[in-house]
């Protein structure tokens, strides 16, 4: 083991996995010089800012037997290249009756908390969750984003990495080995008997602070990371809820049609997970704005320890 | 190249026919009038060459080597046709002849060719690429990114804009600030080239000296091809109207690439009238092959419709 932060086990899983398999290379308007000095410019490419391009010469190479990494940047930047996702990656498979496989990994940055004003402080992926044909992944610490980031290269389908801004300096144990993490399959942080926490993201550390403090007043919580939006482990989350009987999903987005939402929609559906209920199901969000620039505004609207812990108790109260 | 001309002419004729009558399914954007192009163009291509076609791209594909069987069970919707009944008239591909498929996003395929173009620069060979699109292509981005991009790189790609006049309904002056497609060129450093896109052996000869750069490593050539399409933009069930000035659709009427080409091979002695009568014939013979075999394959299962989204 050895300790690597978010961003440093993301740039391991890129240079190990091209130096496993030479038809990996990647794109970047900002390709990182120590994966440029390792494999050279034409595997490590510097693109002009022209996303939409980018994004179409992945589809194409990819098409033809290679396997690209397309470093959009922000998520911000990545819609500049939405209509080659929406249009062209996710649907060229199948309107072409599945002749060729399309592998490409879409690595994009995310999130608010910094201070960045309402276009770089967003989250996207649940317009990318809702494409079919696109896989989409989410790692909170180092050592799933190294797991996830391996996985999704190996993967033989278009994937979209979506890593936490916020949490680029966190450091974690990451293996040394070929530690894969499978894509599909939720995390439990912190098991827990009395209510379910399903926890996007960075939201994974609000959430596990408030399951600390509510441990203190006598409170199990469980806290689930999904890890990937897209296919979700919808069994992971049932089965918690069949402990817990409560379920709050944390999720800096805004809550229509978000990935909230989704996972509300997973468990309504299930008659036996329904159930099993003893108190509403209960979405913390952002309100429905765009992310304010200033500390104090931007601090009211983002899900937090406080909301979590806050929501937590108002569910205790049904029982 | 005759005879793939007159191919693509009846096919797409026959197409409008059976999409009249109900047994194609969709929109069918025809390409009849502009032969000369798809046939100049992939005369010079290898099947390890890839094309990347636009809405229009029935001639593409037959010019690249595509089976007529299978294109036309696919407009069937049928369960033999190329893209299994998933993709119709505007998604046709044989990545196996290197047809990277037909495309419905106005110039949503360019960069898909620059990838093919990066592709066989990551390959190591001496494969080009050749993206086609319409004059319509030029107002997106993406027609702008990839030539920039393509000059930056030097990617083995031919630029093929078929510049039939009309984007829809709209004339070529009124949705392009330039003088001409060709003189965009300039700005990305690149060979620019315009041709009559109605005579088959001026496209090819373009296309030759596009393609020997290309393969030698010299980059991008951005070769435009004046011409015009015969009918409608898109057919459907009730066809739009045909707003172009008739003026203009006599004068390319007169301009018709395929006579044109009859009477370049009569007057040189490559064929007679006779000779190009059996082409005609059987041509005729191979598309009723076409319609039989399309005809006789069945329909996809309604729950293939959930299959080949991901690989497994």
Known sequence: MTTLSYAAALESAMSEEMRRDSR?????????PAL???????????????????????????????????????????????????????????????????????????????????????????????????????????????????????????VVCFEAGRGEALEEEVAEDDALVPIGVASVKRPGTDVTIVALGYMVYPALAAADELAAEGTSVEVIDPRTLVPLDVDTIRKSIHKTGRLIVVDESAPICSMASEIMAVVAEDWDTCRKLRAPVRRVCMPAVPVPFSPPLEDFVLPDQARIAGTVRELLGYS | MYRQMVLIRHFEELALKL??????????????????????????????????????????????????????????????????????????????????????????????????????????????????????????????????????????????????????????????????????????DIPGKAVDGNDVLAVYAATREAVRRAREGAGPSLLECKTWRRHVHAQRDVPPPDRRPPDLMAYWEARDPIPAFEIYLQQCGFLNADQMADVRLSIDRDLDEAVAFADASPYPAPEDALEDVFAP
Request: net charge positive; glycine share 14%.
């Open chain 1, 36 to 158: 440029l000095a390792e494999h050279g410019p034409m595997r490590v490419k510097r693109m002009p800012i022209s996303e939409a391009t980018m994004t179409g010469i992945a589809v194409g190479s990819a098409g033809c037997g290679y396997r690209p990494v397309v470093h959009w940047g922000s998520v911000t930047f990545a819609f500049m290249a939405f209509d080659q996702v929406v249009n062209q990656a996710c649907k060229i498979r199948y309107m072409f009756g599945g002749q060729r496989d399309f592998p490409i990994v879409f690595r994009a940055r995310y999130g608010n908390g910094t201070r960045s004003a309402a276009q770089h402080s967003q989250t996207g992926y649940a317009l990318y969750a809702h494409l079919a044909g696109l896989k989409v992944v989410l790692p909170s610490g180092a050592a799933d984003a190294k797991g996830l980031l391996k996985s999704a290269i190996r993967d033989n389908n278009p």
């Open chain 2, 19 to 188: 999409r009249q009558e109900g047994l194609i399914h969709g929109v069918v954007h025809s390409y009849s009038g502009q032969e000369a192009i798809a046939v100049g163009v992939c005369a010079n291509l290898r099947t390890t060459d890839r094309i990347v076609s636009n809405h229009r791209g029935h001639g593409h594909c037959i010019a690249k080597g595509a089976d007529i069987k299978r294109m036309m069970a696919e407009l069937f919707g049928r369960r033999d046709g190329y893209c299994k009944g998933k993709g119709g008239s505007m998604h046709i591909a044989d990545f196996d002849v290197g047809m990277l498929g037909a495309n419905g996003i106005v110039a949503g395929g360019l960069p898909i060719a620059a990838g093919a173009a990066v592709a066989a620069q990551l390959e190591g060979s001496d494969a080009v690429a050749v993206g086609f699109f319409g004059d319509g292509a030029t107002g997106e981005g993406p027609f702008h990114e990839s030539l920039n991009i393509s000059a930056l790189m030097k990617l083995p790609v031919i630029w093929v804009c078929e510049n039939n006049q009309y984007a829809g309904d709209t004339p070529i002056e009124q949705g392009l600030a330039a003088r001409s497609v060709a003189d965009l060129a300039a700005g990305y």
């Open chain 1, 24 to 32: 990996v290379y990647t794109m970047a308007t900002s390709p990182s």
